[in-house]
Structure formats: structure tokens, C-alpha cells
């Protein structure tokens, strides 16, 4: 059976809840009857009730950028599981560079969430990827490797369906640099060589591992045209309906 991709949108920091109904009602239409890929937003915690609304009954999914481990607590400007499937939130991203570099996320705390999201029944997106002095060192494998053997501890054959891999080398994200397809390709293949050392081959097979690093319409087709790069994780180019559509049906 042949991976069916998901195409997701991470619309980071952006958008008002005005905005945010305006790109779902404009983006339902061009994207209606497709069913080839998987696709899902991804917007700020305060947007989720309006995306959540407007996206309602349609092949759209929704899901939040960010979780806490943590059933409830004293964690302020946090968000819980319980409180993102509340509203309807299906996905999260887990781990993004960018929480890694701003926020100080580890492995360890990589790994607790994803833990947390496959308890309560999320489809858990996490993201790995190589700074560029890691890329320009020979360590991209390396760094890699580590990265998902991290968040994979104690992850069992069993709990693993659910999971989605985003390779997003962060040298290439927001900087319009793009990884060729054949080196996203690459890092995919040992991706997912890594996951089927841990948790065998079959499981391997079935995983998908998405490209997320300046995906444009310009360079979709070729990029998921790759065997080994099953769906694509969307920064800026996914703010705009038409833009993020014609991504959709590369």
C-alpha cells in the first residue's frame, strides 16, 4: 500500500481570527473533492475555535502547533491535550526547529510529548532536521539519527501507526533556500533506515516522513514527486489559499 501524503500548513505567528475564517473560506473550495492527499492547518492556539469552525465537515484537518506533556497544571501560556481536542484539534506538531531553537525543546522533551499525544489519540507530527553547520560538517546523518532515536524512546511497534515524521533542515526554513529533492530524499532514506532499526521494517515502510523547508508551488511537483517524501510540511507559502492549494495538487 503506497504512503498517502499529508500536506500541512504552519502558519507559525501569523493571523488574526478574521483572517484565518478568510483562508479557510477561500481555501475549502479550491481543494473540495480532493482526496489523494491527506491535508491539515496548523494555526496559533488562539485561532484553533475559528479554523476549527470554518474548516467543520470539510477534508481538512486541524491541528495545533504546539502541546504540553502535561495532563493539566501550572504551566502558564501552555496548552494541554485535553484542552486541544476540546475544540476538535486532531493533529500536533511536536518538536519544530524552531521551538528547538527559541524555546529550548530537547530530545527528552521531544519524546514526553509525543508520548502524550499518542495516549490520547493525536496524530503527532515530529519534526527533525540540521542546522547548516551541521549540514556543512558531514553530521546531517548523525544529528538525525539522534534526533529520532530521542523522541522515540519507548515508542514500541505497537503505539507507532499514528506517527508522522517532518524532515525540515532548518537551514532551509523562512530562508527561501530549499534542499534539492535529491538531498531531501537522502535524509529521508536515513530517517527511515533509523526507524526501522528501532522499530522494524514493516513499521518503517508504513511511516510517513514529510519535506518542511521553503515548499513553494514552484518547487512542490518535484519535491514530493521523490519516493521517499511523502507529503510536505508548508511555512509561508501555505498564508495564502492559492498558493497552499496549488501545493495541495502538485
Known amino acids: 500500500m503506497p504512503r498517502k501524503a499529508l500536506i500541512a500548513a504552519n502558519w507559525k505567528m501569523y493571523k488574526t481570527p478574521a483572517e484565518a475564517k478568510a483562508f479557510v ?17 496548523f494555526p496559533s492556539p ?11 465537515g470539510s477534508n481538512v484537518a486541524v491541528g495545533a502547533q504546539n502541546i504540553h506533556f502535561a495532563e493539566e497544571g501550572a504551566y502558564t501560556g501552555e496548552t ?40 490520547h489519540g493525536l496524530v503527532p507530527v515530529v519534526c527533525v532536521g540540521e542546522v547548516l553547520a551541521e ?5 546531517t ?6 534526533q529520532v532515536t530521542g523522541a522515540f524512546a519507548g515508542i514500541t511497534a505497537e503505539m507507532a501507526a499514528p506517527i508522522v515524521i517532518a524532515y525540515e533542515p532548518v ?16 535524509a529521508h532514506r536515513i530517517i527511515r533506515a ?20 521553503s515548499v513553494k508551488p514552484e518547487n512542490a511537483t518535484a519535491l514530493l514527486g521523490q519516493e521517499e517524501i ?15 492549494a496549488k501545493i495541495v495538487k502538485y
Open 25 to 41: 473560506d477561500a481555501f475549502l473550495p479550491l481543494v473540495a473533492g480532493h482526496t489523494r492527499d491527506e491535508m491539515a492547518l
Open 194 to 213: 533509523e526507524v526501522a532499526g528501532l522499530l522494524g521494517a514493516g513499521v518503517a515502510a508504513k511511516m510517513r516522513i514529510l519535506y518542511g523547508g
Open 141 to 146: 546523518g548523525q544529528v538525525l539519527k539522534t
Open 171 to 186: 537551514w532551509a526554513i523562512g530562508t527561501g533556500k530549499t534542499a534539492t529533492p535529491e538531498m531531501a530524499a537522502d
Open 46 to 56: 488562539v485561532l484553533l475555535p475559528t479554523v476549527m469552525a470554518a474548516a467543520r
Open 135 to 139: 549540514r556543512e560538517a558531514g553530521q
Open 230 to 244: 511523502d507529503g510536505a510540511l508548508v511555512g509561508g507559502a501555505s498564508l495564502k489559499p492559492d498558493s497552499f
Open 80 to 119: 494541554s491535550i485535553a484542552q486541544l481536542k476540546a475544540v476538535g484539534g486532531t493533529h500536533t506538531l511536536i518538536g519544530h526547529s524552531e521551538r528547538r531553537q527559541y524555546f529550548a525543546e530537547t530530545d527528552e522533551i521531544v519524546n514526553k510529548k509525543l508520548h502524550a499525544a499518542l495516549k
